[in-house]
């Protein structure tokens, strides 16, 4: 969950933070080209001003050269240029030059300057110029017209260049950029701090509630920070625990006594029965299948309490070599095997998992004897043991009629027997057992088909107690 909400906060604060630094970004860039437009305006009006007195006529005659105020003018204009390389010139109205620095700076026929040149002669300065950015190199033009009695007579045009507006305008942006950077690191680490303290009460629930689905019922969650709706979610949830642990405590303890109470009536019957067999004639088929019937139904009372215990036993884990355990079985089980004509054989090298013995030497009784008890006669079952990863597996295959795929889905329900075996001994009680003895370790049974026919069975246990 964590991988989802924290992408999802840090667009959000980066899209907030872009909506600030963007606009922030072009203000400033404006700012600075209009103090530098408002520079340029007083530059030209202090030029039109010394120009207003100049005697010269709009034919550029030589008198003007000659005119003292046109030399002043000439020369302001001259050292303008030197020191601030600023390019400005007085043109009358008929594109002639009054006076201008460079010396050979003309009105060129179109562009930018001759536009705001133009719009002077209306007897108003030109409008601001376009915004330059950082990236273009693209001079400003300010132009101002030259009044004398009411009459626009010349007009005052600077060209400007860029490069140090440009400059600061960049500076600015690394700064704004910087401080940006350095919020984005600042929100992803209160993004990652504020994500941590939701989600740590749900990964502690989600981690109780594995523990709970794998046997461990004692599991609770913790009390831990979080938002209150969570921390109340939690103690809702071990209300709940309990809630369920009582119920499938009174459930376990009544399949208990009603299998300890019916036992002792049953023991009674049988024994009944069996004075009984004595007086009536040798080989009775009746009192035979009566007898049958009741051993049944003790084996089947039997593993109904052997089920109880084992869904509520705590697992005793410990390093074990599931090699040597296996080879056990498999020694156990031949004489069973060799009866039965069934050639069982094993491949159980030395592997270290965290299993309890006693539940997993159980459940591999279990699956062993239905792979013998279903084998026909001359066929093999094999037992391979191996590491796969984090676990450690037991493989029981067996080359006998297997099972459909409907009936792979039920294997190792409670009392279920497939149809096609309900001549076969057994209370369709030992792989829950199996089941439930290694769900309290961590442990788990798979059932498969095993070509070209047959059954596969994996047993996996942990290799480690994390």
Not at 54 to 83: I, K
Request: aromatic share 4%; hydrophobic share 45%; glycine share 8%.
């Amino acid at each position: 969950m964590r991988t989802r909400l924290l992408p999802l906060l840090i667009i959000l604060m980066a899209a907030v933070l872009l909506a600030l630094g963007v606009p922030l970004a072009v203000s400033l860039a404006g700012a600075q080209q209009q103090k530098v437009v408002v520079d340029r305006i007083d530059d030209t009006a202090r030029f039109a001003a010394l120009a207003q007195f100049v005697t010269d006529s709009p034919g550029g005659t030589t008198e003007a050269f000659e005119n003292e105020r046109l030399a002043t003018l000439s020369s302001e204009l001259r050292s303008y240029h030197e020191v601030y390389g600023i390019r400005a010139g007085v043109f009358y109205r008929n594109r002639q030059a009054m006076a201008q620095a460079p010396a050979r700076w003309a009105l060129p026929a179109a562009g930018e300057v001759r536009a705001a040149f133009d719009e002077a002669l209306l007897s108003r300065r030109s409008h601001d110029p376009r915004q330059v950015w950082p990236w273009q190199r693209r001079n400003l033009v300010v132009a101002s017209p030259v009044i004398r009695d009411g009459d626009v007579v010349a007009v005052v045009v600077t060209d400007s260049p860029t490069g140090q507006m440009r400059s600061r305008t960049l500076h600015g942006w690394l700064v704004i950029g910087a401080g940006e950077f350095a919020a984005m690191l600042l929100a992803v680490g209160a993004a990652l701090r504020l994500t941590g303290w939701v989600l740590k009460p749900v990964r502690i629930l989600d981690a109780t509630t594995h523990d709970i689905a794998t046997g461990r019922l004692k599991s609770r969650v913790a009390a831990a920070g979080g938002p209150p709706e969570l921390r109340r979610l939690a103690r809702s949830f071990n209300e709940m625990a309990d809630n369920v642990e009582d119920v499938l405590e009174q459930q376990r303890a009544f399949v208990a006594d009603a299998s300890h109470q019916l036992r002792n009536p049953l023991a009674a019957l049988l024994l009944r029965i069996e004075l009984l067999s004595f007086e009536l004639p040798e080989g009775n088929k009746e009192i035979a299948s009566v007898q049958a019937e009741g051993k049944r139904l003790a084996q089947v009372l039997d593993d109904l309490l052997d089920l109880a215990l084992a869904e509520h036993t705590e697992a005793d884990l410990r390093i074990t070599d599931i090699g040597e355990l296996a080879a056990e079985r498999v020694a156990a089980w031949s004489p069973t095997a060799d009866a039965k004509g069934v050639r069982l054989i094993g491949d159980c090298p030395p592997t270290t998992a965290w299993a309890d013995p006693v539940a997993l030497s159980s459940a591999l009784d279990a699956v062993i004897d239905n792979a013998v008890k279903f084998t026909p006669e001359g066929e093999t079952v094999e037992v391979t043991v191996a590491a796969d990863g984090d676990t450690s597996a037991v493989v029981v295959t067996d080359h006998g009629p297997g099972l459909t795929d409907e009936e792979l889905a039920r294997v190792g329900d409670r009392f279920w027997r497939s149809g096609r075996h309900q001549n076969i001994k057994g209370s369709g009680l030992g792989l829950s057992i199996s089941r439930a003895l290694l769900a309290a370790g961590g442990g788990s049974i798979a059932f498969d088909h095993h070509e070209p026919h047959g059954l596969r069975v994996t047993v996996r246990v942990p290799r480690s107690g994390s």
